[in-house]
């Protein structure tokens, strides 16, 4: 079964610099999709960006970027510039790829908190 | 607001009792899932439909919870005979056919307490 490790239960990070979220996961699988979703408080979660295994550049999205690291089963999401909309929980998230990628499998979060 | 819509927002009840929870996902959605997610713990996946036909339930989805989706619009996640462990946000999620992998449109969830 794949599992997916959140080793941070809660970081903090001043407004305006760089934060980075950590996340290892275990499949056996060789494709297969990584994700990191936000969850503001009291508001639906959403996507924040997506990679490909088969994919070596890692993905990036604005100030949102993934650190892929395929034979370490790593994929750490950094924070650029942050926010104060970005204080939020982050969860990082699996699925397979073909027809059940829909059946994501999450982590179990991390607080991040922004200080102004 | 034209997103995924969940009703009650909140629910309390007391255990054995019966609870239904509904979800109207965006309007050209064919895909609707329900998660559920315990306090500290990530999303779960508890089953999935496309359009009326319920394709995939989890084992976490015991024979005290059933999920409908007539017609292929709204759909309704009841649970019978409330336990406290069943106290969790229940999450619903949709997307389109064709729609990018792994990216589900959540509703804000209902978040059950049972007493």
């Known amino acids: 079964a794949q599992t997916v490790t959140q080793s941070q239960p809660e970081m903090s990070v001043q407004e305006a610099e760089t934060v980075t979220l950590s996340c290892t996961y275990d499949?056996?699988?060789?494709?297969?999709?990584l994700f990191w979703y936000k969850q503001p408080p009291s508001r639906q979660m959403i996507l924040v960006i997506r990679?490909?295994?088969?994919?070596?550049q890692n993905a990036t999205e604005n100030r949102f970027s993934v650190n892929f690291q395929k034979a370490a089963k790593s994929f750490s999401l950094k924070i650029s510039d942050s926010q104060l909309g970005d204080a939020a929980m982050y969860f990082c998230?699996?699925?397979?790829?073909?027809?059940?990628?829909?059946?994501?499998?999450f982590g179990k979060g991390t607080l991040l908190t922004v200080n102004p | 607001d034209t997103g995924v819509s969940q009703n009650p927002r909140h629910k309390i009840t007391k255990r054995g009792q019966n609870v239904t929870f509904r979800c109207d996902p965006i309007s050209e959605h064919n895909r609707l899932y329900w998660y559920r997610q315990t306090l500290g713990q990530g999303p779960e996946f508890l089953t999935y439909?496309?359009?009326?036909?319920?394709?995939?339930k989890s084992r976490l989805l015991s024979d005290r919870f059933s999920a409908e989706r007539p017609k292929g619009s709204f759909s309704t996640l009841e649970i019978q005979r409330t336990e406290q462990g069943d106290s969790a946000m229940y999450l619903c999620a949709s997307r389109p056919a064709g729609g990018s992998a792994g990216e589900l449109f959540f509703g804000e969830g209902s978040r059950l307490t049972v007493l």
């Open positions: 439909f496309q359009n009326e036909a319920q394709l995939e």
């Open positions: 990679q490909e295994a088969y994919k070596q």
């Open positions: 998230a699996y699925s397979k790829s073909g027809g059940s990628n829909y059946k994501l499998t």
């Open positions: 499949t056996s699988e060789s494709d297969y999709y």
